[in-house]
């Protein structure tokens, strides 16, 4: 009928009407939407817990890892629980692991621990459940009731260790360079432990650190691997003298936030950037510190040996003559000096007397002359 709407029709004041309710309704939804996520993405992050286990004697993870967890919760506002093994060295037993069941990261240094069955479920249980691990040291050996861990869940192949007395030299791989464990990482430093056996690695192993002493094959000191979809971290470093130093500092912090799938951030290790105490380094520390001039270079090899070829500005004192306590002790112990040998064997010995005989700061070229001039460092005669 002319001039009347269509049956299913309302009005067109009342339509329109109802259409501008609807697209207010609409963007009143959307405004909450996007109201909410960005109240969500502003609220603070959970921290995560991170449960630390010590369970081992030859390598003092009870005086370390307390130190570690102090650095977690301080440089990276981490829940940090720490369990460790009892004293007795024939105890078999980790209190409170029901921690790991609702644990976000898990760092393990173990040695040898026939663990009860229920005990060691919480382990296999956490490597089970998607959340990553890493692994120091002694962690390679951890179980001697799980010895599938080493291959299967940490992705290493440990086989024992060279002699103790031969200094070690750690390098990053080149290939690695760019990855975030990485950053900011010296490319050369020295380790004061013995270098671990772990070659061949299973194939789906990434290695980022190798290390080398002489006379031997290099082997892989730190890696990563993938356990079930789950980011597994382990290195075979962990010597009580590498915590506090700047490079593994800095490995482990790292680590810690590459497992938590958390940007890699530059933060403060707690290696001192003077160098104070005793430690043994690499060419490129010991380069770093000696381009400085503030410190003595003490050569410990032979007048012969110093004679073909030394660092300049070095100061010879042999340390197999009878002489050198004496002349040694004539020094003023209050300062740093840099210390090396042919090779790292005399001047960890000249570095012990000196440690004896009360000196505060000694820098020790672990690689020795040798290897500061493969390295292409500056020799004069």
């Given at each position: 009928?002319?001039?009347?709407?269509?049956?299913?029709?309302?009005?067109?004041?009342?339509?329109?009407?109802?259409?501008?309710?609807?697209?207010?309704r609409?963007?009143?939804?959307?405004?909450?939407?996007?109201?909410i996520?960005?109240?969500?993405?502003?609220?603070?992050?959970?921290?995560?817990?991170?449960?630390?286990?010590?369970?081992?004697?030859?390598?003092?993870?009870?005086?370390t890892?307390?130190?570690?967890?102090?650095?977690?919760?301080?440089?990276?506002?981490?829940?940090?629980?720490?369990?460790?093994?009892p004293?007795?060295?024939?105890?078999?037993t980790?209190?409170?692991?029901?921690?790991?069941?609702t644990?976000?990261?898990?760092?393990?240094?173990?040695?040898?621990?026939?663990?009860?069955?229920?005990?060691?479920?919480?382990?296999?249980?956490f490597?089970?459940?998607?959340?990553?691990?890493?692994?120091?040291?002694?962690?390679?050996?951890?179980?001697?009731?799980?010895?599938?861990w080493?291959?299967?869940?940490l992705?290493?192949?440990?086989?024992?260790?060279?002699?103790?007395?031969?200094?070690?030299t750690?390098?990053?791989?080149?290939?690695?360079?760019?990855?975030?464990?990485?950053?900011?990482?010296?490319?050369?430093?020295?380790?004061?432990g013995?270098?671990?056996?772990?070659?061949?690695?299973?194939?789906?192993?990434?290695?980022?650190?190798?290390?080398?002493?002489?006379?031997?094959?290099?082997?892989?000191?730190?890696?990563?691997?993938?356990?079930?979809?789950?980011?597994?971290?382990?290195?075979?470093?962990?010597?009580?003298?590498?915590?506090?130093?700047?490079?593994?500092?800095?490995?482990?912090?790292?680590?810690?936030?590459?497992?938590?799938?958390?940007?890699?951030?530059?933060?403060?290790?707690?290696?001192?950037?003077?160098?104070?105490?005793?430690?043994?380094?690499?060419?490129?520390?010991?380069?770093?510190?000696?381009?400085?001039?503030?410190?003595?270079?003490?050569?410990?090899?032979?007048?012969?040996?110093?004679?073909?070829?030394?660092?300049?500005?070095?100061?010879?004192?042999d340390?197999?003559?009878?002489?050198?306590?004496?002349?040694?002790?004539?020094?003023?112990?209050?300062?740093?000096?840099?210390?090396?040998?042919?090779?790292?064997?005399?001047?960890?010995t000249?570095?012990?007397?000196?440690?004896?005989?009360?000196?505060?700061?000694?820098?020790?070229?672990?690689?020795?002359?040798?290897?500061?001039?493969?390295?292409g460092?500056?020799v004069?005669?």
């Open positions: 009928m002319a001039g009347r709407l269509p049956l299913d029709r309302p009005p067109r004041r009342a339509y329109d009407c109802a259409m501008l309710n609807t697209a207010f609409c963007g009143l939804g959307i405004a909450l939407t996007v109201l996520c960005a109240s969500a993405s502003a609220a603070p992050a959970k921290p995560p817990t991170i449960v630390l286990v010590s369970g081992e004697f030859e390598y003092k993870s009870a005086e890892l307390p130190v570690l967890r102090k650095q977690l919760e301080a440089k990276l506002g981490a829940k940090c629980v720490y369990l460790a093994r004293a007795d060295p024939k105890a078999q980790i209190a409170g692991l029901e921690a790991l069941d644990a976000d990261l898990a760092i393990i240094f173990i040695r040898r621990m026939t663990l009860p069955e229920e005990q060691l479920a919480h382990f296999k249980k490597a089970a459940s998607g959340k990553p691990s890493i692994g120091l040291r002694t962690a390679s050996h951890a179980f001697e009731n799980w010895k599938e080493d291959r299967d869940v992705g290493g192949n440990y086989q024992n260790h060279h002699n103790n007395k031969l200094a070690t750690v390098r990053v791989v080149p290939e690695a360079a760019g990855h975030p464990i990485l950053k900011g990482v010296a490319k050369e430093f020295a380790s004061p013995s270098l671990y056996r772990n070659s061949p690695l299973p194939s789906g192993s990434k290695v980022l650190l190798m290390g080398s002493v002489e006379g031997k094959p290099a082997e892989p000191v730190a890696w990563t691997h993938d356990y079930q979809g789950t980011p597994v971290f382990y290195t075979s470093l962990g010597h009580p003298e590498e915590f506090g130093t700047e490079a593994f500092d800095r490995l482990l912090l790292n680590a810690v936030q590459w497992a938590l799938a958390q940007p890699v951030r530059k933060t403060e290790a707690a290696g001192a950037a003077e160098p104070v105490g005793f430690r043994r380094v690499g060419v490129a520390d010991f380069d770093k510190l000696w381009r400085e001039k503030r410190y003595t270079v003490l050569d410990v090899r032979t007048a012969d040996e110093f004679k073909d070829g030394h660092i300049p500005g070095a100061v010879n004192l340390v197999l003559d009878d002489s050198f306590e004496k002349k040694v002790a004539a020094l003023d112990k209050s300062k740093t000096y840099l210390v090396h040998c042919a090779a790292g064997r005399r001047s960890a000249a570095a012990a007397e000196m440690k004896k005989l009360g000196f505060k700061s000694v820098v020790d070229l672990a690689p020795g002359f040798n290897g500061w001039k493969a390295a460092k500056p004069e005669k």
